[in-house]
């Protein structure tokens, strides 16, 4: 089955910085990857999502990257602000019949 | 268009019993994914179901069970409670499956087993 692996599992950067959290996954044959940001006490939600016959994707402050030989795809937030932080978790199809597997998630905290 | 909505919000169940938690989808979604999310495992694939019928299947024992019915709506089962079984069970819809698509989730169901 698939194997999602994220990093780093906490983030702390000074509000106005950047923030870049990075995935791997391990089925290549994974064609949708999907980032869901969940702050304290409420639901996930997408925030951004990417399929594999883009390398790029931007949504005003966030964009994703996606490199499909490395098997690695990267979340990185611009000007960040404080109700960015949250728990981010990243996604990719499980082999199969394995739904969708997450990442673990990184806790971002942004300093003020 | 209402959200994706659980129920019960809490329940606190004693080892040994059994559990049925509910999933209304969004109007017009077809698809059903159930997950566990916890502390150390975060979240964890149990099940998608797609007109009545289960698609995929996680890496739980068979105390885990689901079902779907004809106006889409979800129900998930535990039976013989663990300790290890208090988690947010979340579930999320979607128009189709959650595999290419955006997933919707709920608010969650809090199950704590003491």
């Known amino acids: 089955g698939e194997n999602v692996e994220q990093h780093p599992s906490t983030l702390s950067v000074q509000e106005g910085d950047s923030a870049v959290i990075k995935c791997t996954y391990s089925d290549s044959a994974s064609n949708y990857f999907p980032w869901y940001k969940q702050e304290l006490g409420k639901r996930p939600q997408l925030i951004i999502d990417i399929r594999s016959n883009v390398g790029e994707k931007k949504d005003q402050r966030i964009a994703v990257t996606l490199n499909k030989t490395a098997k690695h795809f990267s979340l990185h937030i611009t000007e960040t602000q404080p109700e960015d932080s949250a728990v981010y978790f990243c996604a990719a199809p499980g082999g199969g019949a394995d739904g969708l597997t997450f990442g673990k998630g990184t806790h971002l905290i942004i300093q003020p | ?114």
């Open chain 2, 1 to 114: 268009k209402a959200g994706v909505t659980q129920t019960p919000r809490y329940l606190i169940k004693t080892r040994g019993q059994q559990v049925t938690l509910s999933c209304s989808p969004i109007s017009g979604h077809r698809s059903v994914s159930w997950y566990q999310q916890t502390p150390g495992q975060g979240l964890q694939f149990l099940f998608e179901y797609f007109s009545e019928t289960q698609r995929n299947k996680g890496n739980f024992p068979g105390r885990f069970s689901g079902r779907q019915f004809s106006n889409s709506r979800s129900e998930m089962n535990v039976s013989t409670l663990e300790l290890g079984d208090s988690a947010l069970y979340l579930c999320a819809s979607s128009l189709i499956d959650s595999l290419n698509t955006e997933a919707f989730f709920g608010q969650g169901t809090r199950l704590t087993v003491v």
